[in-house]
């Protein structure tokens, strides 16, 4: 099964409402990484946040990292029609060897936000 | 300062065909790495490369080749086209860091490839 998970599959909200995905996770981490990636287009990265860390926060972007939860929450405020994409959590992990990093890549959540 | 760049956009093959995709990078980032996308699944990694000269295999190396020549660019090959590699391919790079993953990775717009 994934590393990591989003939850939901799919959201939709109106503009102006915040929209919080959440992504859980199995084994430790070195780091997790938030994308986001617009219908047809490549993966944008969003925010980086190390496993040492707790919150980060990028201009609407809020991650927090639970490592005792295995889980991290994205939140995007105060919406936009704009904001519309798929997000993804990527887990950056030791390998099943222990010798390499590995990072994997959940189903992402498509977010739709309603003008 | 174009970033990640991938050729070509689109692509029909038939089975059996084979193909280069080209990516090239313009931030002299050391590693690259090149990514299948399929509908409700996250992206797989197919190879990757620490630096010029180097590749390696990812979580689903098979029917894929990979060359890395000079730093800003890695091919994937395809040497016989199946149906099951119909798929979304993107590139991405990433700078030098204390391993391949401890920095963010820029993505390029993706290579949508279809085998009939």
């Known amino acids: 099964s994934q590393q990591g998970e989003e939850d939901p599959q799919a959201l939709s909200i109106q503009e102006g409402e915040n929209a919080t995905m959440n992504c859980s996770y199995k084994?430790?981490?070195?780091?997790l990484q938030w994308y986001r990636q617009n219908s047809g287009r490549g993966l944008v990265h969003l925010i980086l946040i190390r496993s040492n860390e707790r919150e980060k926060h990028s201009g609407r972007l809020r991650v927090t990292l639970d490592t005792s939860k295995k889980s991290s929450s994205l939140l995007i405020t105060a919406s936009r029609a704009a904001d519309t994409a798929s997000y993804f959590c990527?887990?950056?992990?030791?390998?099943?060897?222990?010798?390499?990093?590995?990072?994997?890549f959940g189903k992402g959540t498509l977010l739709t936000v309603n003008p | 300062n174009a970033g990640v760049t991938q050729t070509p956009k689109f692509r029909v093959l038939k089975t059996g065909q084979s193909m280069t995709l080209l990516c090239a990078q313009d931030m002299n980032h050391e590693y690259m790495y090149w990514y299948r996308q399929d509908p409700g699944m996250g992206l797989r990694l197919i190879h990757y490369s620490v630096g010029e000269g180097t590749t390696a295999k990812g979580e689903v190396p098979d029917g894929y080749n990979v060359s890395r020549l000079k730093k800003q660019n890695f091919l994937l090959g395809l040497e016989s086209a199946a149906p099951s590699q119909t798929s979304v391919y993107f590139c991405?790079?990433?700078?030098f860091g204390q391993g391949m993953f401890s920095y963010e990775q820029y993505f390029g717009p993706g290579t949508r490839l279809t085998v009939t």
């Open positions: 991405a790079s990433s700078p």
């Open positions: 990527a887990t950056v992990a030791k390998n099943s060897g222990g010798s390499n990093y590995k990072l994997t």
């Open positions: 084994t430790s981490i070195n780091n």
